[in-house]
Structures are given as C-alpha cells and as structure tokens.
T-cell receptor, first 116, second 115 residues
Framework: DQQVKQNSPSLSVQEGRISILNCDYTNSMFDYFLWYKKYPAEGPTFLISISSIKDKNEDGRFTVFLNKSAKHLSLHIVPSQPGDSAVYFCAASAFITQGGSEKLVFGKGTKLTVNP | DTGVSQDPRHKITKRGQNVTFRCDPISEHNRLYWYRQTLGQGPEFLTYFQNEAQLEKSRLLSDRFSAERPKGSFSTLEIQRTEQGDSAMYLC?????????????FGQGTRLTVV
C-alpha cells in the first residue's frame, strides 16, 4: 500500500521555465512533508519542508504547496536550471499523531531533467 | 564534520554470508535512522535510534537484521545469512533531537550486492 505517491516517473522542462513536481498521500495522520533531491551515487539531500499547519513554504527558487483537503502537495522550481536535474522524492511523517515517530515514508521519486 | 558517513560504500557478498555496515552520524545529532532503497523505489524505513535506544523497527527488519548504536554515536547494521533479496542501497540518516520535525541528513549509502 503506497501511502505516498509520485505518479510521474519523469519530467522534462526547458531551462528558465517552471518545474512542477506533484505528490499525493493517503494517510491523513501525516503532519510533516519534505522534498529530497538525489543525484546518482549520492544519498538524498534535503530540499524543503512544510508542516501541515501551513499551505505554502518558500525558499529561494523552491516553493512547496500543501492542499490538505486534497491530500496533495507540489514542489515548484522557478526558474529551473540544468543543475536541478536529479530525482526528487516526496516524503511524509506522522510525528504528532503517531507518538513521536520519526520515520519518513517516501514516494518512488520523479526524475527531473532540465534541458539547456 | 562533513556530514553523515557510511562505510563501506560498496559490498559484494555471497549468499549466506554475514555483512555489517557502519554509519557515523553528524556529531551533534542524537537521532539516527536506517533506510533501504531498491531500484525504482524510494527509501524504505528500517529502524530508528534516539541516542542508544532503538525506538522503532519496521516489519521489513526481519530477525536476520540487527542494528545497534552502543554509545549513542555510530551505528552498525548487520545482516546475517544474506539472501539475494537483500541486495539494495542501505542509507543512514541523522537529525537533531531538540526540535520536532527537523530534517534528516542522509549519508551516501552502502550498496550491497548478494551473489
């Protein structure tokens, strides 16, 4: 049972345009959401996060939007750069509602390619 | 401190052998996690420590798997009687324990191949 779903295995955009990566979740207990970026042969690198009490968090070129009613979040990258090409993982945790559990549940990832 | 360190980076072993991986977290982090990632999948949670206490274990962690963090610093993950299905990338991560919902920082992983 996939609790965190990234339905697009890949996405290709032109440099300078917006990249939108989507993520859906099924567990209403999730209260914290994160995006990680992963290059080949490296571990995931933290990018940005959002708490369930917010609907938007922005950090430079990266913005995460959360729609709790739809159980959907998205990562916007503006403007996209070739160095952003990587696999992006959406992750969620249920810290408060599951007694302090720190475990992250990850999606399968979306491979972003930014073309020059 | 350059981040989370894992050793070895790669391990090839024969089926039935035991293997042990080591993780050194970021020094001020008291929380340490182990994940496993197979091809085409996201990382899957295995277990989590706060200091030396193992607080949670996934059902993925069969009785052939054991993890320790004896002094609340580095951790080891041992797999006994390895099977081909154990082939995966094993990722370690750490986070600070002072603030709720802080991000976890990952190491580069240990890639295990069981032949």
């Amino acid at each position: 049972d996939q609790q965190v779903k990234q339905n697009s295995p890949s996405l290709s955009v032109q440099e300078g345009r917006i990249s939108i990566l989507n993520c859906d979740y099924t567990n209403s207990m999730f209260d914290y959401f994160l995006w990680y970026k992963k290059y080949p042969a490296e571990g995931p690198t933290f990018l940005i996060s959002i708490s369930s009490i917010k609907d938007k968090n922005e950090d430079g070129r990266f913005t995460v939007f959360l729609n709790k009613s739809a159980k959907h979040l998205s990562l916007h990258i503006v403007p996209s750069q070739p160095g952003d090409s990587a696999v992006y993982f959406c992750a969620a945790s249920a810290f408060i509602t599951q007694g302090g559990s720190e475990k992250l549940v990850f999606g399968k990832g979306t491979k972003l390619t930014v073309n020059p | 401190d350059t981040g989370v360190s894992q050793d070895p980076r790669h391990k090839i072993t024969k089926r039935g052998q035991n293997v042990t991986f080591r993780c050194d977290p970021i020094s001020e982090h008291n929380r340490l996690y182990w994940y496993r990632q197979t091809l085409g999948q996201g990382p899957e949670f295995l277990t989590y420590f706060q200091n030396e206490a193992q607080l949670e274990k996934s059902r993925l962690l069969s009785d052939r798997f054991s993890a320790e963090r004896p002094k609340g610093s580095f951790s080891t993950l041992e797999i006994q009687r390895t099977e081909q299905g154990d082939s995966a990338m094993y990722l370690c991560a750490s986070s600070q324990g002072q603030v709720m919902n802080t991000e976890a920082f990952f190491g580069q992983g240990t890639r295990l191949t069981v032949v």
